[in-house]
């Protein structure tokens, strides 16, 4: 089945350095990409999508590309903020004639952004 | 902006009793999803619902779980007779139509079985 695996986290970086968070997935066909973000005490918020190949998703300096070739979809930002700390999930959503495809969660990857 | 709402954010039961979760979909939103987080580990699905019927299931979703679409607002998830292993944030999520892949996420409740 379609599966969806993240870098282990925590992800302990210091204001302004670079990050990435590496996601690959496994899917039949061509999925609908996804990273969701959840902050403390909070809930799931999607922070960028791509729905095809080569398609680039950015959202509040977060960028990520959809890469077929090697079924990657890793999340990036140039400089991180301590307002970054938050748990981030790669999602996958499957393609198909009925349209009712659930989302498909890697674990998650805790950002630790210090001062 | 639109968005999906929960009530309660919080709620603790003893093992054994029923629960009912709510969730308000945005308006114009016609699928609609239940998915659940037990504590430190990834969020899975439970149930998609379209057309006031179910439309997917995944395992979990055995015969405790239901949902209902109860007037022309509410989404429901019920647990018939809750498990300590129930214990998890579920998130009600919904989304517009068949083209677009976005689901919307509503805060979560947590529940906590005693």
């Known amino acids: 089945g379609d599966s969806v695996t993240q870098m282990e986290g925590p992800v302990t970086l210091s204001e302004e350095a670079f990050l990435t968070i590496n996601c690959t997935y496994t899917a039949t066909g061509y999925p609908s990409l996804f990273w969701y973000v959840q902050y403390p005490g909070e809930g799931l918020q999607l922070l960028l999508k791509?729905?095809?190949?080569?398609d680039k998703g950015s959202n509040k300096g977060f960028e990520a590309t959809y890469r077929k070739e090697t079924t990657s979809f890793h999340l990036e930002k140039g400089s991180v903020q301590v307002s970054d700390s938050a748990v981030y999930f790669c999602a996958l959503k499957g393609k198909g004639d009925t349209g009712f495809q659930k989302l498909v969660f890697g674990t998650g990857t805790r950002l630790l952004v210090s001062p | 902006e639109p968005e999906v709402t929960q009530t309660p954010s919080h709620q603790v039961t003893q093992m054994g009793q029923e629960v009912i979760l709510r969730c308000v979909p945005i308006?114009?939103?016609?699928?609609f999803y239940w998915y659940r987080q037990i504590l430190g580990q990834k969020v899975e699905f439970l149930v998609s619902f379209y057309n006031n019927e179910i439309s997917e299931k995944s395992e979990i979703f055995d015969d405790q779980f239901s949902v209902e679409r109860p007037d022309g607002s509410n989404f429901t998830l019920k647990i018939r007779s809750t498990k300590l292993e129930d214990s998890a944030m579920y998130f009600c999520?919904?989304?517009?139509?068949?083209?677009?892949?976005?689901?919307?996420f509503g805060p979560g409740t947590r529940l906590l079985v005693l």
């Open positions: 308006s114009n939103h016609l699928y």
């Open positions: 791509a729905t095809k190949a080569d």
């Open positions: 999520a919904s989304s517009p139509d068949r083209g677009q892949v976005t689901q919307y």
